[in-house]
């Protein structure tokens, strides 16, 4: 008794220190034993509603009949009229009879049942507990099969005799309704059970996917912090490389052989770092730490501030790399520093797949929208190429791009920015012909 009192006890701490576990509790038993409290409630209020109707019933109907027994000895018709009239019109009352107490015994006068009449009762114990002072009527319960029946029994004083009304009353039906209804009151209460059972089974599993949810984004953070940590351990040592490496490359007292192993140390350098910063992207877009401080600015300015950083790039390639600058302000809120990171991607990228010919930039201006158009005439994107374009780590261009190096997160983050902005990314290309880049904001 006392360890099932401690483990009662110890399963309330439990429910009292978890409000959800406390809910459910509550659906399972609190709910189902009110529901059957209250439908054993409205069951026995019905029943006693329905007794009370059936009583009052019975007194109408042997008030009626007092009232023609004063008149029965000389005008029987109207008892027996009324008699056929009740047969005729209550079929759950299925036997009255009118008995007349003689000194030869208690004699059937009238009946549903013509056979009785002029017969005496054989049973008599009933009559002699029917007082005619009382003005009112015994009811006896019997159980005939499976249905309950009463015997209503009134005894009337008619100018010094005493006659005895006795009706049957049949709850069969009434019976068999309620039973109905009872059972329809169980499939429901069963059918709410089982929700309940569904809906804190559910809730339970909610719960469950709760704390997973609470214990993959403790280790979503704890993975960011890792990540951050990393790249910024990393990038520490090879800015220290780069810059180590580029003081040796501008060195003259190493050979030409040195000095390419300076170069390749160099452009290793400088992959590692673009991967690095890629990641350390990754990680703050992922992690909803991207910064963003947008102002009202003319955007062409920051356009020829990337492409003059780029020019370069355009020139070593043998390429024309020109922006198409329009003669009034092209004002748009953003945040210039994330622009120009965006269109560096885009324009590097289009630099990185372009042969020979040009990469322009232009500038589609309407009431609502402005979209930067990037158009280059390099080896282009297949149609398959260009629906994964944008997916994570992912690489395009087939066999000829193999020799591109890249990390494949430059147009996934490219598209991460720009929808930060508010702004939209499309894509139109012909391979062999070239590519069209427009990424579009409204003003």
Do not use: C
Request: aromatic share 10%; charged share 25%; glycine share 4%.
């Amino acid at each position: 008794m006392s360890r099932l009192r401690n483990i009662f006890a110890a399963g309330f701490r439990v429910l009292k220190s978890s409000n959800r576990l406390l809910f459910v509790a509550t659906l399972l038993f609190i709910f189902p034993l009110l529901f059957l409290y209250v439908t054993n409630t409205f069951i026995e209020t019905a029943e006693k509603n329905i007794e009370t109707a059936e009583k009052r019933r019975v007194a109408v109907l042997h008030d009626a009949m007092t009232v023609l027994l004063k008149s029965y000895e000389t005008n029987p018709e109207l008892m027996r009229e009324f008699l056929s009239v009740q047969k005729r019109e209550m079929p759950d009352v299925p036997e009255i009879r009118i008995v007349k107490n003689t000194s030869e015994g208690y004699k059937v006068l009238e009946s549903y049942h013509d056979e009785k009449e002029g017969s005496y009762e054989s049973v008599v114990d009933m009559y002699a507990l029917a007082q005619p002072e009382s003005n009112s009527s015994l009811i006896f319960t019997f159980i005939t099969g499976e249905a309950r029946t009463w015997q209503a029994l009134r005894a009337v004083r008619v100018q010094n005799e005493t006659f005895y009304i006795l009706s049957e009353h049949s709850f069969a039906t009434v019976d068999s309704v309620m039973a109905a209804r009872v059972q329809q009151a169980y499939i429901a209460l069963t059918a709410i059970f089982v929700f309940l059972i569904a809906l804190a089974y559910w809730f339970g599993r909610q719960i469950d996917w709760h704390k997973r949810h609470d214990v993959l984004v403790e280790k979503m953070k704890e993975r960011d912090l890792f990540t951050n940590m990393i790249a910024h351990e990393f990038r520490t040592p090879l800015t220290a490389i780069r810059g180590y490496s580029s003081f040796l490359g501008e060195s003259q007292a190493l050979s030409e052989k040195e000095q390419t192993f300076v170069a390749a140390v160099q452009q290793s350098t400088e992959r590692l770092l673009a991967l690095i910063n890629d990641f350390l992207e990754v990680a703050r877009i992922q992690s909803g730490k991207l910064a963003l401080e947008k102002s009202l600015v003319d955007i062409q300015p920051t356009i020829i501030a990337v492409v003059d950083a780029l020019q370069p790039i355009a020139q070593e390639k043998k390429l024309s790399l020109t922006f198409h600058k329009l003669a009034v302000p092209v004002s748009l809120t953003t945040d210039t520093k994330r622009l120009y990171q965006i269109l560096q991607n885009l324009i590097s990228n289009s630099l990185k797949y372009t042969k020979e010919g040009s990469v322009e930039i232009a500038l589609d201006i309407t009431p609502r929208i402005i979209s930067i158009r990037i158009k280059d005439t390099g080896m282009g994107i297949s149609a398959e190429d260009t629906q994964k374009l944008f997916a994570p780590f992912a690489r395009v261009g087939g066999v000829e791009s193999t020799k591109i190096t890249g990390t494949g997160l430059g147009m996934w983050i490219t598209k991460q920015m720009v929808e930060a902005l508010n702004g939209t990314i499309v894509v139109e290309s012909i391979k062999e012909v070239g590519t069209h880049v427009i990424v579009s904001f409204r003003r």
